[in-house]
């Protein structure tokens, strides 16, 4: 008796059957609001921090009522906050919520922790940690000291890069053309007597920086704050963090100074082996 014995599948006609359920599955399961709130937050970018609805409805191409309804929802939460009398937007603090987690889970934060609290301990004042993004820093990591010491300061801030002492470490390894691309202005914005109002005069700045090692600088940012900071480096040598002693003070007392500025250094040199950092024979020299 002759039949017709069924085709057996080919590896490739399952794979196929297999990716088109999954893909069934997804656009099952999918929110089109959701999807559509979350590309409309990343549409704000460093380059674009201010968008008004016009341009949002016309890089989402979506109707203008749309995206409304979605940046009314967004700031409802805290996603978004207008500015420009209302008529832009920009990413507001909830995004920054968001990350925290994900910055206390980053190996950086978690080697750095430790060595903050123990450099509280010894100097007695709030020591932090921060990182570059763009033109700004951000507090990754803070230990705060018992004394009384009221700071503005919280992870997750940011502060202008070029203008704060822990930024000036932040911008060591960037060569002048690289600064010139991050600050294409003619003059910097000011924030004291003491921030650079050039680019050719921030370069000069973080010049001499590198070559010492490490940064002191009392009131730079605010004039009754003083910090003394240092930079993190990691396997490729490149400085990725600065880790930083922040004195509630206008001037520190010299008899304190060298012995802090020590601590500092010690603690940032710490963190830079724990990160597989090993220095150069010039490094070393250099620092000595």
Known sequence: MNQDLPREETQQEVQQEVQQETQDTQDKYIVPGLERGLRLLGEFSSKDRTLSAAELARRLKVPRSTVFRLLATLEM??????????????????????????????????????????????????????????????????????????????????????????????????????????????????????????VEELYEMVQRDRQRGYVLHEGFFEASISTIAAPVRDRTARVVAALGATIPAARIDPALLDSMVEKVREAAGELSRLLDYRPTLQDRVANE
Do not use: Q, W
């Not at 020591?127 to 763009?134: I, T």
């Open 77 to 198: 939460m805290g996603f978004v906050e207008r500015t420009d009398g209302g008529r832009e937007f920009r990413l507001g603090m909830a995004v920054l919520r968001l990350g925290f987690d994900y910055l206390a889970s980053l190996e950086l934060t978690e080697l750095g922790r430790p060595l903050l609290d123990r450099l509280r301990d010894d100097i007695h004042y709030p020591c932090n940690l921060v990182v570059r993004d763009g033109r700004s820093i951000v507090y990754v990591a803070k230990s705060v000291a018992a004394r009384p010491f009221t700071s503005t300061v919280n992870v997750g801030t940011r502060l202008p890069a070029h203008a704060t002492v822990l930024g000036r470490v932040l911008l060591e390894d960037l060569s002048l053309e690289a600064l010139r691309e991050l600050y294409p202005e003619p003059r910097l914005e000011v924030y004291s007597d003491s921030t650079p109002r050039t």
